[in-house]
T-cell receptor, first 116, second 116 residues
């Protein structure tokens, strides 16, 4: 079974703090993703990575950065947390897409971050 | 612009009722994939089905069935004889060839309540 784990289920931070969200997958997937989930907006892609040390911006990268030093680990960093970053953060991984097969993503349980 | 529209924000049914979750998508690509995911209260999204743009066959898996119609850009999901365990948020998603299959666009989700 694919397992995607996230370092915390719940996190409370103060405005201006640096926040690290960690994600680890154990299926040797090349692709990893960070989303935030907000009511009425679905999942929005923050960043994704298709290989170690490679990253691409998603639809809402402002205020975030990422790090992928090892294949199994993908970190999301909030350099200076703000209240509008209060959200549910979901990590996912997948095999790379092939010409006739776009693969499903496997998700972690999410981290509910509250910034006060 | 929203490319995946799930117009039903919340649906409430009584156990054993049939329920259909609507999904309408928009894309200019001829090659794309559509997905449905389920997010139970535990928070972890679970993959349900993938369908590529060249395969309009409907699919049935137990109590679940999916109706893909390119003519109306819809990919609807029906649960027959609903059960309390079907209570969850359901997301429809689109992955387009122009992004190489790397980026998946999610709808806002439909929250399904199944009452005993």
């Amino acid at each position: 079974d694919v397992k995607v784990t996230q370092s915390s289920r719940y996190l409370v931070k103060r405005t201006g703090e640096k926040v690290f969200l960690e994600c680890v997958q154990d299926m040797d997937h090349e692709n990893m993703f960070w989303y935030r989930q907000d009511p009425g907006l679905g999942l929005r892609l923050i960043y994704f990575s298709y290989d170690v040390k490679m990253k691409e911006k998603g639809d809402i990268p402002e205020g975030y950065s990422v790090s992928r030093e090892k294949k199994e680990r993908f970190s999301l960093i909030l350099e200076s947390a703000s209240t509008n970053q209060t959200s549910m953060y979901l990590c996912a991984s997948s095999s790379p897409p092939r010409q006739f097969r776009y693969n499903e993503q496997f998700f972690g349980p999410g981290t509910r971050l509250t910034v006060l | 612009a929203q490319k995946v529209t799930q117009a039903q924000t919340e649906i409430s049914v009584v156990e054993k009722e049939d329920v259909t979750l609507d999904c309408v998508y928009e894309t200019r690509d001829t090659t794309y994939y559509l997905f449905w995911y389920k997010q139970p209260p535990s928070g972890e999204l679970v993959f349900l089905i993938r369908r590529n743009s060249f395969d309009e066959q409907n699919e049935i898996s137990g109590r679940y069935s999916w109706n893909f119609q390119k003519s109306t850009s819809s990919f609807n999901f029906t649960i027959t004889a609903s059960q309390v365990v079907d209570s969850a948020v359901y997301f429809c998603a689109l992955s387009e060839a122009r992004t190489g299959g790397f980026k998946t666009i999610f709808g806002a989700g439909t929250r399904l309540f199944v009452k005993a």
